[in-house]
């Protein structure tokens, strides 16, 4: 539950402009990661994602739902 709303979000959710305005702001900074490259970047020709584009981190809730389903078997070993 602690986690759920963390997993919503990383599911997707409409980027704000303030937010994808400052994410091409800051593009030669992002760019120097690949992997943050890759996320931040995801349109066809390497574009920002547009306001109101659903901003999706499907790696980051899947790891999410890791930590869910490990917990849920601790607590269900008795850890």
């Given at each position: 539950?602690?986690?759920?709303?963390?997993?919503?979000?990383?599911?997707?959710?409409?980027?704000?402009?303030?937010?994808?305005?400052?994410?091409?702001?800051?593009?030669?900074?992002?760019?120097?990661?690949?992997?943050?490259?890759?996320?931040?970047?995801?349109?066809?020709g390497g574009k920002a994602?547009?306001?109101?584009?659903?901003?999706?981190?499907?790696?980051?809730?899947?790891?999410?739902?890791?930590?869910?389903?490990?917990?849920?078997?601790?607590?269900?070993?008795?850890?």
């Amino acid at each position: 539950q602690v986690l759920q709303p963390a997993i919503e979000m990383a599911d997707g959710y409409p980027m704000e402009g303030q937010t994808a305005r400052y994410i091409e702001h800051e593009r030669k900074e992002i760019e120097q990661w690949p992997d943050s490259k890759r996320l931040f970047f995801p349109n066809p020709g390497g574009k920002a994602p547009e306001p109101g584009q659903l901003f999706r981190q499907p790696e980051l809730a899947a790891t999410l739902r890791k930590l869910v389903d490990a917990e849920r078997q601790a607590l269900a070993a008795g850890a």
